[in-house]
């Protein structure tokens, strides 16, 4: 018997999104049912709405969900109903990467998070009785109520605000974790964070976390800067700045060990290698866009002679069923203060929230759905 829900549907950017009337299917055995109360809209969304990436629409997307299990499959044993839960991506649990606690890299990803279906192409929502593409990232909670694989689902502590944990799922665990996680930066070290939106400004505050020494912020927009200072960087500059790779080379005199490049800007690929030292490591977590003089290229020889590398990261490198708790927990300790990232929005109003996303207007919104005051 299928549950009535609310969903945001995404026909692509020549529509607005319009909330509508859905139906989640039965729970499979590996499945729990969440309430939604919050999910932050991240710039994966974006991408998925402009078509840059392979997911069928029309579409139901949201991916940085948090709510309360209301019902569970036989199999499930990570939440009971009652439970507070954040949603991350779903992984199959079986390749060689999920084996050993890797599942950003799960060699079956597509099928379990971009695909619409279920892995095995059954549909998990309906409208109007006829299948509806959803089970984005293993959620799709842009809508009142998901159907959530156990794999997605990480339960949290009852006393944490659930309505500031869902870009733990996405933004926060890929700034924090490609920080901690991939580049396992560490204390006294120096790193470079090329753009300071919900992604950069996460990182930022991991490097602090960590003790990094020289944490240089860069970026286009002063008011980001000036909270990226507040957050932990001890050096920031603008992205427009001349001579901006020799001035941040000279934080240190030597050049950074670490940058870590959130945008997908081929001039900042560029300088995200420009500014290391040698043995310096740049990690990308967005795929540079080709421009006028074609697809981007490295400086092989300036990695060759100088030993750098050039280092891919997505998801942080986490695992989202213990490093979600453990990033709750930097927060409960004041020492990882996203929600000052954070701003929000009610569920009707997804318009506006995804305006102010693409405008800059705002870092990180939240969309808080029908009901949560209750939850």
Same mark, same amino acid.
């Given at each position: ?5 609310? =969903? ?5 950017? %020549?529509?607005?999104?319009? #909330? ?24 994966? &969304? ?42 991350? !991506? ?8 999920? /084996?050993? &606690? *890797? ?6 990803? !597509? ?14 929502? !309906? ?15 842009? %809508? +009142? ?6 794999? +997605? ?38 790193? %470079?964070?090329?753009? +300071? ?5 996460? /990182? ?10 020289? #944490? ?31 001035? #941040? ?20 690929? +560029? ?19 080709? &421009? ?12 060759? *002679? ?11 490198? *986490? ?18 203060? !996203? ?10 109003? #997804?318009?506006? =929230? ?6 800059? =207007? ?11 005051? &209750? *939850?």
């Amino acid at each position: 018997m299928t549950t009535p829900a609310r =969903a945001a549907i995404c026909r692509g950017n %020549a529509e607005p999104f319009k #909330i509508e009337d859905v139906e989640l299917d039965d729970l499979r055995p590996d499945e729990l049912r969440v309430r939604v109360v919050a999910c932050g809209v991240c710039h994966t &969304d974006m991408a998925v709405r402009d078509e840059q990436l392979p997911v069928p629409l029309p579409v139901v997307l949201g991916h940085e969900g948090a709510g309360i299990v209301e019902a569970v499959g036989s199999d499930v044993t990570v939440a009971k109903p009652g439970d507070r839960v954040v949603m991350s !991506f779903n992984s199959c649990g079986e390749c060689p990467s999920c /084996a050993i &606690d *890797a599942p950003t890299y799960c060699y079956n990803f !597509f099928p379990h998070n971009w695909s619409g279906t279920r892995a095995d192409g059954s549909p998990v929502m !309906f409208k109007d009785g006829e299948p509806m593409n959803a089970n984005f990232f293993g959620q799709s909670s842009f %809508a +009142t109520h998901a159907i959530v694989p156990q794999r +997605t689902a990480v339960k949290m502590d009852k006393d944490l605000p659930l309505e500031k944990l869902g870009p733990l799922g996405c933004g926060v665990v890929t700034g924090a974790g490609g920080v901690i996680e991939a580049l396992k930066v560490g204390f006294g070290d120096s790193i %470079a964070v090329m753009g +300071t939106g919900g992604v950069g400004l996460s /990182a930022v505050m991991a490097a602090k976390l960590v003790g990094a020494k020289h #944490i240089v912020a860069v970026d286009l927009s002063d008011e980001r800067l000036e909270l990226a200072r507040e957050l932990g960087a001890t050096h920031t500059f603008r992205g427009d700045q001349e001579n901006l790779a020799d001035a #941040i080379r000279k934080v240190t005199g030597r050049g950074m060990q670490f940058s870590f490049n959130t945008t997908n800007a081929p001039p900042v690929h +560029t300088l995200a290698l420009e500014v290391l030292a040698m043995n310096g490591t740049a990690g990308f977590v967005a795929a540079p866009l080709p &421009d006028a003089n074609g697809p981007w290229a490295p400086q092989m020889f300036a990695m060759l *002679a100088g030993g750098r590398q050039l280092r891919g990261i997505l998801g942080g490198d *986490a695992n989202p069923r213990t490093f979600l708790p453990q990033l709750a927990d930097y927060w409960r300790q004041g020492r990882l203060p !996203f929600d000052r990232m954070l701003k929000f929005y009610p569920f009707k109003e #997804i318009e506006r =929230a995804w305006a102010d996303a693409k405008s800059g =207007a705002a870092i990180k919104p939240v969309l808080l759905m029908e009901n949560s005051d &209750d *939850a």
